[in-house]
Nanobody, 124 residues
Framework: QVQLVESGGGLVQAGGSLRLSCAASGRTISDRGMAWFRQTPGKEREFVAGISWQGGTTSYANSVKGRFTISRDNAKNTVYLQMNSLKLEDTAVYYC?????????????????WGQGTQVTVSS
């Protein structure tokens, strides 16, 4: 099983940018679909973005489309989420997840490896 560690979260003003990183260890993620999810208290974990094993296919939630970009560097065993034009409603704990498949999925139950999460707080 792969271990995932997120970093890059923090406090940012609305309109600002953050770049999240997800570093994997234990095994390669070059054959794994990867995704970012987010969660706020009392709500279900929400799909944010997904990327296929070689990065050729990506998908985004409508709420972040055009503002967020997911990417990966398989040589570094790392996945990224560039977040621009941040809004108050983007405030959440962001989780990185790996799926035992070449392809990502929007259902969090499809993933077998998760990071501990990183807090992103957007202020006005």
């Amino acid at each position: 099983q792969v271990q995932l560690v997120e970093s890059g979260g923090g406090l940012v003003q609305a309109g600002g940018s953050l770049r999240l990183s997800c570093a994997a260890s234990g095994r390669t993620i070059s054959d794994r679909g990867m995704a970012w999810f987010r969660q706020t208290p009392g709500k279900e974990r929400e799909f944010v973005a997904g990327i296929s094993w070689q990065g050729g296919t990506t998908s985004y939630a409508n709420s972040v489309k055009g503002r967020f970009t997911i990417s990966r560097d398989n040589a570094k065993n790392t996945v990224y989420l560039q977040m621009n034009s941040l809004k108050l409603e983007d405030t959440a704990v962001y989780y990185c997840a790996a799926r035992a498949s070449f392809w990502y999925h929007q259902n969090p139950l499809e993933y077998d490896s998760w990071g501990q999460g990183t807090q992103v707080t957007v202020s006005s």
